[in-house]
């Protein structure tokens, strides 16, 4: 099984910074990739960003050149630094592993950018 818990979300003004993370653990090395998703209040859920394990990213198209996907090659940790944040980047975020039969989530945390 995997695990993954999400930190750092929080209010943030319009133009400001927000760093959050995802603890991976349990048997994480069966996972291909790791990624951020977000939830927006009456939207679904949208893919943000993907690193796999060669350490290839991707970003969607709203998040590029704001967000930076990262990755703690010792523990798996996987980090997303946002800056530049709209209002219409308000949502729950979820960490994401891609595994090779399954999918796993964790819980989310709220992001609220608002003045």
């Known amino acids: 099984q995997v695990q993954l818990q999400e930190s750092g979300g929080g209010l943030v003004q319009p133009g400001g910074s927000l760093r959050l993370s995802c603890a991976a653990s349990?048997?994480?090395?069966?996972?291909?990739?790791m990624g951020w998703y977000r939830q927006a209040p009456g939207k679904e859920r949208e893919w943000v960003a993907r690193?796999?394990?060669?350490?290839?990213?991707w970003y969607a198209a709203s998040a590029k050149g704001r967000f930076t996907i990262s990755r703690d090659n010792e523990s798996k940790d996987v980090y997303l630094q946002m800056n530049n944040l709209r209002p219409e980047d308000t949502a729950v975020y979820y960490c994401?592993?891609?595994?090779?039969?399954?999918?796993?989530w964790g819980q989310g945390t709220q992001v609220t950018v608002s003045s």
């Open positions: 349990g048997d994480i090395s069966r996972l291909n990739a």
């Open positions: 994401h592993g891609e595994g090779v039969l399954s999918d796993h």
């Open positions: 690193i796999n394990t060669g350490g290839n990213i």
